[in-house]
């Protein structure tokens, strides 16, 4: 695939200096990445991507993040940010980032199909990442995108959208069923008072889109409405404050089964696991599937429960400082924390926690047409199946257990959880607290 | 049903001083309930049951509880336990607690088949309930029952099985399979140290009982297993010290469906919900199915993840401290914390939860068969549905929010977790945070 380049460099990934942070071996640089139409793919991963840059172990990147969901309020959430409106811009006569998705480009609803809908940046190429391979990507830091519109300069937005893919979607009470809600938060960042406020409300769409296709559902990502026409609701959710927990919902590696690969489904190698923990301090491993591991961020979200009920979260625009190691699988020893890791591994400050999936590898397990039928065999059940097994896993290789000790220890102390129901392949989590181990903070 | 009593007096329950309780209206009492023969059924709930006391609403109850599982390690969890062992005590020439279970007294396996394991203190009349009224169970206080065997006097035990009715049983990696396995761990609950240790496991079984019958699972409660005899394994999860939770794995009242009803599938009037969170310090509301209510506490745990994976917590016995209100139905305010709780609803310090099961109403919704039958029909799937319809109720009149509000809410700040997937009848828990609200502290 080609990627379009503009004249201007201002856009493009560039080197900043290593200042205060940890550089042990004395040969780490650190590459910062605006977000723009040239520094990001929309929904979906793809091992045929030219990376936007090209990193060695240890390196640090500095990821922009966009939220795909810009449109639903774009004077708090677009306007004035020359990055997003490079990603967004989209005219008759001109579409900047024309594929939307892992979908045909001749579909009825745009390009892409939206069978992906992430704005991801990246993707990152790791010098020397095999297949096979391990890569850590610790989590430095996350920071919030101010507005750029000067009528909310530097406050900070979300969207939550109750979506036509929601799992509470074919399930409402009240009329007109179904339908699709979207409500604006405001989030504040200053310390101690870190909460999502409730703005306002309204039902979405229809929606006309710059090639007059007309979007009766929420089925194509970059669509902007106009809230102020489809009657808001202002007084709403009083006197509530959501605790803001700062997350990338998508980040991970391009999978080797498939060329494209829409963003939204979980997979072995990251993506879309929309766990709430992925956020500032943890750190998470990946299995390497392709030849530079080709890691790509996207669809921060400033909160969201475990379960991500109605099919989206706080999406919000974040940036993030990554730093990557990558450990060679000859390096990893038998029996060690890594040894059996072939599936996204978080540790968090406090936690290890592995995540199960309907369908662990969906793409080779659900024959030819897997990223249809993903979405048609979704189920916590097969998830929880799926996270018992890789716990139990972890418990013996990593930790040296046998499969009674593992077993009896996942039952007094791992805690299973629903990760999220909305992204055909679905999550449940197992967390498994460190200060079970007294010899906690040894190296594993 | 006809209660046996012996002469004797001492293990019946008996008033005590009301030392150190709110009192407001200068009415209440407390009632001690000792653990006994006499205070006991063991297995299920029944509205049949005659009830060890009848108290008023405000009224403290101090209920013993026995973990049904003191077999599994005799010397550390029963002998020189007087309550316990007139409970237990079971020779080929007298059995003080014949009926085990919901089943036929004539079962194969022993009267009441054992369906239904759990040893159950009470019930406990409350005196005006009436079926559609609320009860308000407050856990004022739990603390362990201490080890009365003079080889390891006032230490506190507990045992865990991983069971034939365990997730993993079907789904295991080592040889032999399958097995069951106890791991007894002895419980420290010094202040700052509350941790469980592993002692041990073994392989149980076959255990045969006094009346000839050879168990070669554990398909029957009260079993005396000799650990000695199993080639127990003492070098286990080294280094581990599991955080406790001590908390009551069943709790709730008679359900008005059937007479006798097995003590393991838990209900819309609670029961064995093995929700770690109904500790110390929580409150839960039950809708009352029969006149008095008819309460009764049991499967005491001291520590239990999220899932209670391999069939059982950390069975141990502890003491619980309760006061017990009644809200009668006329009196529920129609938009209010209570006005649509017909479920296990869960208060503690910080959040409120609501229970979710794969059928909420099992005994009426599956048919003539549904005491077996819930058994074959588990499913975290059907659970996660019910606990999103109940927390969308609570949160709609509870909270007074619309089901847009609602819906939302629930995607960026209620946590979804996996209760159970043990019990039949599986349970999926919603977390609702009460810090969300601004106005929290203020009555609802």
Same mark, same amino acid.
């Given at each position: 695939?080609?990627?379009?380049?503009?004249?201007?460099?201002?856009?493009?990934? =560039?080197?900043?200096?290593?200042?205060?942070?940890?550089?042990?071996?004395?040969?780490?640089? &650190?590459? =910062?990445?605006?977000?723009?139409?040239?520094?990001?793919?929309?929904?979906?991963?793809?091992?045929?991507?030219?990376?936007?840059?090209?990193?060695?172990?240890?390196? =640090? #990147?500095?990821?922009?993040?966009?939220?795909?969901?810009?449109? $639903?309020?774009?004077?708090?959430?677009?306007?004035?940010?020359?990055?997003?409106?490079?990603? =967004?811009?989209?005219?008759?006569?001109?579409?900047?980032?024309?594929?939307?998705?892992?979908?045909?480009?001749?579909?009825?609803?745009?390009?892409?199909?939206? !069978?992906?809908?992430?704005?991801?940046?990246?993707?990152?190429?790791?010098?020397?990442?095999?297949?096979?391979?391990?890569?850590?990507?610790?989590?430095?830091?996350?920071?919030?995108?101010?507005?750029?519109?000067?009528?909310?300069?530097?406050?900070?937005?979300?969207?939550?959208?109750?979506?036509?893919?929601?799992?509470?979607?074919?399930?409402?009470?009240?009329?007109?069923?179904?339908?699709?809600?979207?409500?604006?938060?405001?989030?504040?960042?200053?310390?101690?008072?870190?909460?999502?406020?409730?703005?306002?409300?309204?039902?979405?769409?229809?929606?006309?889109?710059?090639?007059?296709?007309? &979007?009766?559902?929420? $089925?194509?990502?970059?669509?902007?409405?106009?809230?102020?026409?489809?009657?808001?609701?202002?007084?709403?959710?009083?006197?509530?404050?959501?605790?803001?927990?700062?997350?990338?919902?998508?980040?991970?590696?391009?999978?080797?089964?498939?060329?494209?690969?829409?963003?939204?489904?979980?997979?072995?190698?990251?993506?879309?696991? $929309?766990?709430?923990?992925?956020?500032?301090?943890?750190?998470?491993?990946?299995?390497?599937?392709?030849? /530079?591991?080709?890691?790509?961020?996207?669809?921060?979200?400033?909160?969201?429960?475990?379960?991500?009920?109605? /099919?989206?979260?706080?999406? +919000? +625009?974040?940036?993030?400082?990554?730093?990557?190691?990558? &450990?060679?699988?000859?390096?990893?020893?038998?029996? +060690?924390?890594?040894? !059996? #890791?072939?599936?996204? @591994?978080?540790?968090?400050?406090?936690?290890?926690?592995?995540?199960?999936? *309907? &369908?662990?590898?969906?793409?080779?397990?659900?024959?030819?047409?897997? !990223?249809?039928? #993903?979405?048609?065999? *979704? +189920?916590?059940? @097969?998830?929880?199946?799926?996270?018992?097994?890789?716990?139990?896993?972890?418990?013996?290789?990593?930790?040296?257990?046998?499969?009674?000790?593992?077993?009896?220890?996942?039952?007094?102390?791992?805690?299973?959880?629903?990760?999220?129901?909305?992204?055909?392949?679905?999550?449940?989590?197992?967390? @498994?607290?460190?200060?079970?181990?007294?010899?906690?903070?040894? *190296?594993?």
């Amino acid at each position: 695939m080609q990627r379009r380049y503009r004249d201007s460099n201002e856009m493009r990934p =560039y080197e900043v200096p290593l200042t205060g942070l940890p550089n042990p071996s004395g040969g780490a640089r &650190h590459w =910062y990445v605006p977000a723009s139409d040239r520094t990001v793919h929309w929904g979906y991963f793809s091992k045929s991507l030219a990376p936007i840059i090209e990193i060695d172990s240890g390196d =640090y #990147v500095t990821l922009e993040c966009l939220t795909h969901q810009a449109g $639903d309020d774009p004077a708090r959430l677009l306007r004035g940010d020359a990055g997003a409106e490079s990603v =967004y811009h989209w005219t008759a006569q001109r579409k900047n980032v024309d594929r939307r998705g892992a979908g045909p480009m001749d579909a009825a609803n745009g390009a892409g199909g939206g !069978q992906g809908v992430h704005i991801l940046t990246g993707p990152v190429c790791v010098r020397g990442a095999r297949p096979g391979d391990l890569l850590e990507v610790r989590i430095i830091d996350m920071y919030p995108r101010p507005c750029a519109n000067p009528a909310y300069a530097d406050r900070v937005f979300g969207t939550n959208l109750a979506a036509n893919w929601g799992y509470h979607y074919l399930d409402l009470m009240e009329e007109p069923r179904p339908r699709e809600v979207v409500t604006i938060y405001e989030i504040e960042t200053t310390s101690g008072r870190e909460f999502a406020r409730p703005l306002y409300n309204y039902r979405w769409g229809p929606v006309t889109d710059p090639n007059g296709v007309i &979007h009766r559902v929420y $089925d194509y990502p970059g669509l902007i409405a106009d809230p102020e026409m489809q009657r808001p609701q202002r007084d709403i959710l009083r006197n509530v404050r959501v605790p803001i927990r700062p997350h990338f919902g998508t980040l991970g590696l391009a999978p080797k089964e498939a060329d494209l690969v829409s963003s939204i489904p979980p997979n072995y190698t990251g993506g879309n696991v $929309d766990d709430w923990r992925i956020g500032k301090g943890a750190t998470i491993y990946y299995p390497v599937s392709v030849e /530079g591991a080709l890691l790509s961020a996207g669809d921060t979200h400033a909160a969201q429960g475990d379960s991500e009920l109605c /099919g989206t979260a706080i999406e +919000s +625009s974040w940036t993030g400082l990554f730093q990557v190691i990558l &450990h060679a699988r000859r390096d990893v020893p038998d029996r +060690s924390l890594l040894a !059996q #890791v072939q599936w996204p @591994l978080l540790e968090t400050r406090d936690e290890w926690v592995v995540h199960g999936f *309907s &369908h662990p590898h969906y793409l080779t397990d659900l024959g030819e047409h897997a !990223q249809r039928d #993903v979405f048609m065999k *979704s +189920s916590v059940d @097969l998830a929880m199946r799926d996270a018992f097994r890789k716990m139990r896993g972890f418990l013996m290789h990593a930790h040296r257990m046998s499969e009674d000790e593992a077993i009896s220890l996942m039952s007094v102390a791992v805690d299973f959880g629903i990760t999220q129901v909305v992204d055909g392949n679905w999550g449940v989590h197992a967390s @498994l607290k460190k200060s079970i181990f007294t010899d906690y903070g040894a *190296s594993p």
